[in-house]
């Protein structure tokens, strides 16, 4: 029988035929796809005539049959693991990477390519042929095509190594989060609120047990952390929720992640760098660590000043329960909680029912289709598991995109939230739409009981859809410029601009309805944006602490031991007592299940300094919905992918780059001793 990931899907929107998939097939698909793939480099560089289109456009699309198949396994992979998918991905990590080091090094390729950078000035290319010539040159160096003999053979053993423990790291954390919980008796329940104790009951019947536990999805311990009265309790969920990935055996990450940085090392000392945080930094916005410093430092004294008089503040009322200081990590969220009620009359338990996961869902499509014209309705089509939604984004009566929503945690299911494509935008190949998958791990509620988001989780739920926005819109001719294919520390502003829609009073008012119906009160309303920066110290130290130990862990020699350098670099920048990192070394998988975040994480915070600023152009253009400023971000960034330099897009928008200062204001730190 015909392998239905190599037929002809003939699906809806064309999706994977997931219900035809077994995990038999990916295998052989993929060798099949590789086979092809090669093929197809072969002929490229067997052509006589060197041209553009016969070598630089075909390369583009070498590799079509491969991504289809990989675009198919790597969101079930992601989203719905299992032992088979979890062997595969072990399986193909190498595999890949060799295949992609053949190509790199293939002598013959990059001859052709080189000879026509050469030649660029005379070819009368477009200005985005220029520009895929360039990324794409830039690339083979960058990967190693100049490189000969032993070098080139150790770089390639160096990327194969590299990608078969980031799977590793991966998959630990995975197993980690998915085999740790902690049962919890239900009179406790009566001390938290309903929606607290309905996801702990929810989670006991994820993991098949009786009564309520507490499990280490965000969506769970983080509240539980925030409302559970019992210390002792409190420490051992922090405590669990922390060591990941720490907890000896076969899946500590520990000696992963040294022998990650060592590589990296490694491989940038191959490619005549210093160390692999120049070596990374050199194609980001940033440029340099220097420049990454420096953003993190301005931010971090004001952040740190205002951490450490919040936390004295709270330990005042841990002593008044009774407790003795010091104030400790496991005690933050809890007591912040009750000053959050204290200060600002606002309390999650009341605040929660308004902000029902599929009135947000509403509410991101509204702001979507007031900025950009996008409508966005519901299809049915292969689903990888029954949770997923399906919808069709189409703007004038024109098919643009097709969005997958995958929002509730489960056991398969690795943590965080992430935006990808199963197929991205371009036209080469024709008019190519994408298909965009927000993936986001939501308490699922107990039938009959909607799902209701935090605050801070429906900021996640725009966050994603803020990159679905920049996949849809895309409108360029090449797949590898194409959506989010741009600077890693640029890539996180459409997201992040668009978090600040959710704030806009006019779209609250309207979608912040509770299950009977009732819009939020005005009152009630005004708490929550009032709200908005409330405890910005806390989490502005624990972010920016991940992004200072991540720039060290890559600047110069690699440390032998991770962890001893993490402390070195935390006592180093005066880490209060009572905060530790968002990401510690052993779960840090923004940086050590892949390349894309290494040396990156900054990324969020200096995106975060255009996107406060990018906001203000709405503002200063009379209102969140101004249709000029939302055709200019469209036309100038969310259109554009990879297509000019970062820097560049923005100040065709902005008409300058922004300051530190947007960002401090924003996170109510501007005035901060």
């Known amino acids: 029988m015909t392998n239905p990931l190599l037929a002809n899907w003939?699906?809806?929107?064309?999706?994977?035929?997931?219900e035809n998939i077994s995990d038999d097939d990916f295998a052989p698909a993929v060798d099949a796809a590789l086979v092809d793939a090669q093929a197809n480099i072969d002929a490229i560089t067997q052509q006589e005539e060197i041209t553009f289109a016969g070598t630089i456009e075909a390369l583009e699309r070498a590799t079509e049959k491969l991504d289809r198949v990989l675009g198919a396994f790597y969101?079930?992979?992601?989203?719905?693991?299992?032992?088979?998918?979890?062997?595969?991905?072990?399986?193909?990590?190498?595999?890949?990477?060799?295949?992609?080091?053949?190509?790199?090094?293939?002598?013959?390729?990059?001859?052709?390519?080189?000879?026509?950078?050469?030649?660029?000035?005379?070819?009368?290319?477009?200005?985005?042929?220029?520009?895929?010539?360039?990324?794409?040159?830039?690339?083979?160096?960058?990967?190693?095509?100049?490189?000969?003999?032993?070098?080139?053979?150790?770089?390639k053993e160096v990327k194969g190594r590299l990608s078969v423990l980031g799977t590793e790291f991966t998959q630990n954390l995975l197993a980690d989060e998915r085999?740790?919980?902690?049962?919890?008796?239900?009179?406790?329940?009566?001390?938290?609120?309903?929606?607290?104790?309905?996801?702990?009951?929810a989670a006991g019947q994820e993991k098949e047990k009786e009564g309520p536990v507490v499990t280490l999805s965000r969506s769970v311990i983080v509240p539980f952390l925030q409302f559970c009265p019992d210390r002792a309790l409190r420490k051992i969920a922090y405590e669990a929720w922390t060591s990941r990935g720490a907890n000896g055996g076969k899946t500590d990450n520990r000696a992963i992640a040294a022998e990650i940085l060592a590589l990296r090392y490694e491989r940038a000392n191959l490619l005549g760098y210093d160390d692999f945080a120049h070596y990374k930094l050199e194609t980001e916005m940033a440029g340099t660590p220097e420049a990454v410093r420096d953003l993190l430092m301005n931010v971090w004294q004001p952040a740190r000043a205002k951490a450490v008089s919040d936390a004295a503040t709270l330990e005042e009322m841990l002593k008044a329960d009774g407790h003795a200081a010091p104030l400790e990590a496991w005690d933050w969220h809890?007591?912040?909680?009750?000053?959050?009620?204290?200060?600002?009359?606002?309390?999650e338990g009341q605040v929660k029912p308004y902000f029902q996961l599929d009135n947000m869902i509403e509410a991101a499509f509204d702001c979507a289709n007031r900025l950009f014209g996008l409508k966005c309705k519901p299809v049915d089509g292969p689903k990888y598991h029954p949770d997923v939604r399906l919808f069709e984004v189409s703007r004038n009566g024109e098919h643009i995109a097709l969005f997958v929503g995958d929002y509730f945690a489960r056991g398969s299911k690795r943590s965080g939230a992430w935006c990808?494509?199963?197929?991205s935008q371009q036209k080469l190949a024709g008019d190519i739409r994408p298909i965009v998958v927000n993936v986001c791990n939501f308490a699922k509620p107990v039938a009959g009981k909607p799902a209701l988001l935090s605050y801070d989780d429906a900021r996640t739920l725009f966050h994603e859809f803020g990159h679905a926005l920049h996949q849809?819109?895309?409108?360029?001719?090449?797949?590898?410029?194409?959506?989010?294919?741009?600077?890693?520390?640029?890539v996180e502003l459409p997201s992040q601009l668009f978090e600040h829609w959710l704030e806009v009073p006019e779209v609250l008012s309207k979608f912040a309805?509770?299950?009977?119906?009732?819009?939020?009160?005005?009152?009630?309303?005004?708490?929550?944006?009032?709200?908005?920066?409330?405890?910005?110290?806390?989490?502005?130290?624990?972010?920016?602490?991940?992004?200072?130990v991540d720039l060290e862990f890559h600047l110069g020699t690699p440390p032998a031991d991770p962890m001893q350098k993490q402390a070195e670099v935390l006592e180093d920048i005066g880490m209060p007592h009572a905060i530790r990192m968002r990401h510690a070394t052993p779960h840090f998988a923004h940086v050590f299940a892949g390349d894309g975040y290494s040396c990156g994480y900054y990324s969020y915070m200096w995106s975060e300094v255009m996107d406060a600023d990018a906001f203000q152009a709405f503002e200063e253009a009379g209102g969140a919905f101004d249709p000029a400023t939302a055709k200019s971000l469209e036309d100038n960034i969310l259109s554009m992918g990879g297509t000019v330099e970062a820097a560049e897009l923005y100040t065709r928008f902005r008409g300058r780059l922004p300051g530190v200062e947007a960002l401090l204001k924003g996170r109510d730190l501007l005035d901060v001793a």
């Open 472 to 490: 849809m819109l895309s409108d360029v001719t090449y797949e590898s410029m194409s959506g989010t294919s741009v600077a890693r520390d640029f």
């Open 179 to 201: 085999d740790w919980y902690h049962e919890v008796d239900e009179s406790l329940l009566t001390d938290l609120p309903e929606f607290v104790a309905d996801a702990l009951r």
């Open 334 to 347: 809890y007591y912040s909680e009750k000053r959050r009620q204290a200060e600002h009359d606002l309390d």
């Open 10 to 18: 003939d699906t809806p929107f064309g999706l994977p035929p997931f």
């Open 420 to 423: 990808s494509a199963m197929r």
């Open 75 to 155: 969101a079930v992979a992601g989203a719905d693991s299992n032992p088979a998918r979890e062997a595969l991905m072990r399986e193909f990590s190498p595999k890949l990477s060799a295949f992609w080091s053949d190509i790199t090094a293939n002598e013959a390729l990059f001859e052709r390519i080189d000879q026509l950078w050469q030649q660029k000035d005379e070819l009368e290319l477009t200005e985005e042929q220029q520009r895929l010539l360039y990324l794409t040159h830039r690339s083979f160096v960058r990967s190693g095509a100049q490189l000969k003999g032993p070098d080139a053979d150790r770089l």
């Open 513 to 548: 309805v509770n299950p009977a119906g009732e819009a939020m009160p005005q009152e009630l309303l005004d708490k929550v944006l009032g709200a908005a920066t409330y405890d910005m110290g806390y989490q502005t130290v624990e972010y920016v602490a991940s992004a200072i």
